[in-house]
């Protein structure tokens, strides 16, 4: 586990990108395995936790070039959402989207056996997939580098309908689009810069549909050069169900010695404000414990 005692990690190993969820009394958190040059991880694992802090290795769920066929390296950012009784895991392969389905959170996952968006399908990059289920149970896919897209997904949240899919740029757009809603308002979330530069951020907007448009409102998560904690960015928002408890999960250069392929993830509190925006995120040293089931956290 890298990190130091004053700046404890929080997932054992050099990992980013991270997809943080609850399935019942559980956190699960699937993300991008880091530590070589290129990100050339082959391979997703799952983690699940019941206060963010101590952790399970639930190991590798879906492999490259094994259960998945078209594709052999360059497992990026994985995503998970449940519909009904099944669980679906989208990644990025080799610029492409895939998604894989299983029973349980943790698969075994069977590929579609095809991308679900193909390299060159739309502008940019095919990569950083993410799904927004709105309240009306309708599912939205985001995805893009330099251009983001969004399509409504099928009901079998496999397929959609091309002529649906909208592009746009949102401000110094790099990549990893989130979609979050509270309280009516549905925010946009996206990484800018380079994940290898420590200037890796994260800005927002506010918008009145999943479809947007979209107000921006500015730096919600920057580095604290003070505190040695650089290249915040990739992240994933999420509440504790029947709190107004938020966590964003993001990566950050690993303290020590860090850098753009050398990550590790981390949690912060998301604090929401009476007029709709959120308080810009201070990364803080100690490590976030939020228990699912009685929401004590430890004194942060
Ligand atoms: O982890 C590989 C890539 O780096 C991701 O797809 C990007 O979002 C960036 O974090």
Redesign the pocket.
């Known amino acids: 586990m890298p990190g130091s005692s004053e700046f404890p990690s929080r997932v054992v190993g050099h990992f ?2 991270p997809n943080l969820t609850i399935f019942g009394d559980r956190y699960f958190l699937y993300p ?1 395995t ?1 530590g070589q040059a290129g ?1 050339v991880a082959t391979s997703f694992s799952a983690f699940s936790s019941a206060d963010l802090v101590d952790w399970h290795d639930h190991g590798v769920v879906l492999r490259l070039g094994e259960d998945v066929k078209w594709a052999s390296t ?1 497992a ?2 994985p995503t998970i959402a449940v519909r009904g009784t099944k669980y679906f895991l989208y990644f ?1 392969a080799e610029s492409n989207i895939g998604v894989a389905v299983g029973d349980s959170p943790l698969g075994p996952f069977t590929d579609l056996g095809r991308p679900l968006i193909a390299d060159g399908d739309y502008s940019g990059r095919a ?2 997939p993410s799904v927004f289920i709105d309240d009306d149970g309708s599912a939205f896919l985001y995805w893009g ?1 330099t251009e983001a897209h969004m399509v409504p997904l099928g009901d079998d949240m496999v397929s959609f309908d091309s002529t649906q899919v909208i592009t746009w740029t949102p401000t110094d757009f ?3 689009v989130w979609v979050h809603k509270r309280g009516g308002i549905y925010y946009l979330s996206w ?1 800018v810069d380079d ?1 290898r530069d420590e200037n ?1 951020r994260v800005l927002y907007a506010t918008g009145p549909s999943a479809r947007g448009p979209w107000e921006d409102r500015g730096v919600l998560l920057e580095k604290v050069e003070h505190r040695g904690i650089l290249a915040t ?2 992240h994933s928002i999420t509440n504790v169900p029947g709190t107004d408890e938020w966590v964003i999960s993001y ?1 950050r250069f690993a303290i020590p010695g860090g850098d ?1 392929f050398h ?1 590790e993830i981390a949690f912060d509190r998301l604090h929401h404000t009476a007029d709709g925006l959120i308080d810009k995120v201070i990364p803080l040293k100690l490590p976030l414990r939020i228990p699912i089931q009685n929401h004590q956290d430890n004194n942060r």
Do not use: C, K, L, Q
Request: without cysteine; hydrophobic residues 25%; proline residues 0%.
């Open positions: 980013a990108d991008t880091d990100w360059e990026w950012a990025t990569i950083d580098n790099r990549e990893a990484s994940t890796y960015g990739h990566h753009g990550r």
